[in-house]
């Protein structure tokens, strides 16, 4: 005889599916078109799912945004904690997590427009999420204790500040991928490119590394 538990468990995976299939549905579909341009009723046809199940799980287009950004804010945190940068000695460590951080932004160009939607709504939404400022700590945290081993190894210069550092090395890759299409017409040459891609890279490398080695 089957117990009540574990009748409930297809049901459970059931309801997780469809949650997360409107997650991943809302995700595209604000990537697309923003958060104005994007309508329920397209993201229900695209998860394959009843439009009252949208509002059920997350109640309206406004919280089913702030969903999708939590989401892929949360990607992008589990990708950098597998790095395991206190492994690396210093210098590895911040190549690597600069050059994951290009690639990620490059392979993921929904992070950048989900990004860009939001800022242009001055972080409303985000303002209200307890977990996006739990997400961003471990990372910060482990920079600082790479930061450190290397000054004490005296490898790299000391008073660097492990946020401050972030942003920059996130910056670098941001600027150049969400505007890769304009830098190209302004400065006539092509930006999308293998050769240049990988340039950029080499440049953004440098400068990180460059202003860190003592």
Same mark, same amino acid.
């Given at each position: 005889?089957?117990?009540?538990?574990?009748?409930?468990?297809?049901?459970?995976?059931?309801a997780e599916r469809s949650?997360?299939?409107?997650?991943?549905?809302?995700?595209?579909?604000?990537?697309?078109?923003?958060?104005?341009? *994007?309508?329920?009723?397209?993201?229900?046809?695209?998860?394959?799912?009843?439009?009252?199940?949208?509002?059920?799980?997350?109640?309206?287009?406004?919280?089913?945004?702030?969903?999708?950004?939590?989401?892929?804010?949360?990607?992008?945190?589990?990708?950098?904690?597998?790095?395991?940068?206190?492994? +690396?000695?210093?210098?590895?460590?911040?190549?690597?997590?600069?050059e994951f951080t290009w690639?990620?932004?490059?392979?993921?160009?929904?992070?950048?427009?989900?990004?860009?939607?939001?800022?242009?709504?001055?972080?409303?939404?985000?303002?209200?999420?307890?977990?996006?400022?739990?997400?961003?700590?471990?990372?910060?945290?482990?920079?600082?204790?790479?930061?450190?081993?290397?000054? *004490?190894?005296?490898?790299?210069?000391?008073?660097?500040?492990?946020?401050?550092?972030?942003?920059?090395?996130?910056?670098?890759?941001?600027?150049?991928?969400?505007?890769?299409?304009?830098?190209?017409?302004?400065?006539?040459?092509?930006?999308? *490119?293998?050769?240049?891609?990988?340039?950029?890279?080499?440049?953004?490398?440098?400068?990180?590394?460059?202003?860190? +080695?003592?």
């Open positions: 005889m089957t117990s009540p538990k574990n009748a409930n468990e297809p049901r459970t995976r059931d949650r997360q299939a409107i997650l991943d549905a809302a995700r595209a579909a604000f990537a697309e078109n923003g958060l104005g341009g *994007t309508r329920l009723e397209h993201i229900a046809e695209r998860a394959g799912v009843d439009k009252r199940l949208i509002y059920y799980y997350f109640e309206n287009k406004e919280k089913l945004f702030l969903a999708a950004l939590e989401e892929v804010y949360a990607d992008i945190r589990r990708a950098e904690l597998e790095l395991n940068l206190t492994e +690396l000695d210093p210098v590895t460590a911040i190549r690597r997590l600069t690639q990620y932004h490059a392979a993921h160009p929904e992070f950048i427009t989900l990004v860009n939607s939001e800022n242009l709504h001055r972080a409303k939404h985000l303002a209200q999420s307890q977990r996006i400022r739990e997400l961003h700590s471990p990372l910060i945290e482990i920079l600082a204790k790479v930061l450190e081993r290397g000054r *004490t190894e005296g490898v790299f210069r000391g008073g660097v500040d492990p946020q401050q550092l972030y942003i920059t090395i996130a910056g670098l890759s941001y600027f150049y991928l969400s505007n890769r299409y304009t830098l190209s017409v302004i400065f006539g040459r092509p930006t999308d *490119t293998p050769k240049a891609l990988q340039e950029r890279l080499s440049h953004i490398c440098d400068v990180v590394l460059g202003y860190l +080695l003592r």
